[in-house]
């Protein structure tokens, strides 16, 4: 009968640092809330839309 060794340490596999990964989504949330929170304000400082930025109101 042959028996299997198991391997004693695991490797340490790194995260990539593009593609899906958890890094990357908490990047691009952090980013959109920060871009959200500008319109806001540049909006309310303005008392104009993005409507009105873009010439469609």
Same mark, same amino acid.
């Given at each position: ?13 790194? &995260? ?26 540049? &909006? ?13 109101k």
């Amino acid at each position: 009968m042959i028996s299997e060794t198991k391997p004693s340490v695991t490797p340490k596999i790194e &995260e990539p640092k593009f593609g899906f990964n958890e890094y990357a989504e908490r990047l691009n949330g952090r980013a959109a809330m920060i871009g959200f929170l500008l319109l806001v304000v540049i &909006e309310y400082i303005t008392d104009q839309g993005i409507l009105s930025w873009l010439g469609l109101k």
